[in-house]
């Protein structure tokens, strides 16, 4: 009798789940993700290969983590300057592409005016992370250039916004 309920419960819900997968999968299907390769290969005229696909990626890891590390130098000298903790920091700050923006979200954190000396600091600190993304940007452009035979320059512009 128990597994005549469990068929019976498992046959009720089987068009529900179904209906949800289907959902899910039309979805991904009607939004496909545009990727940084898949726009590259677009501008490209033909898709990667396989080894060009496998030194793009390590270039991209390679990449990402230096970008990383920009980032939190940032944060580190932040942190610094406002002797915030820099978890503190990275759970409080949603803007860091405009020092104003951060000065203003690093005092209500601090709850304490910052001085011209330390706002002046914070740009700087701001001012020299932009510059080594750009510097990144440029290096890993130069890298993806060779891989897929398209110019730097292309590349630089879709960078950021594929989040690079």
């Known amino acids: 009798m128990k597994q005549k309920f469990s068929y019976f419960i498992f046959i009720l819900f089987l068009p529900v789940f179904s209906a949800a997968f289907t959902n899910l999968r039309a979805e991904n299907i009607s939004k496909p993700a545009s990727s940084l390769v898949s726009t590259l290969e677009s501008d490209r005229g033909r898709p990667l290969t396989l080894d060009e696909r496998i030194s793009f990626g390590k270039k991209k ?12 130098r940032f944060i580190e000298e932040l942190s610094r300057i406002t002797g915030l903790a820099a978890l503190t920091i990275t759970n409080n700050l949603t803007k860091t592409d405009n020092a104003d923006a951060i000065s203003a979200e690093l005092e209500k954190t601090t709850r304490k005016k ?10 700087n600190a701001q ?5 080594k993304i750009r510097e990144i940007r440029k290096k890993y452009a130069g890298e993806f250039s060779k891989i897929t035979g398209l110019e730097e320059e292309t590349i630089m512009d879709y960078l950021p916004v594929h989040g690079l």
């Open 114 to 123: 910052f001085g011209s000396s330390e706002i002046r600091r914070i740009q």
């Open 61 to 72: 890891i390679e990449m990402k983590t230096e970008l990383e590390k920009a980032k939190s």
């Open 127 to 131: 001012n020299a992370e932009k510059e």
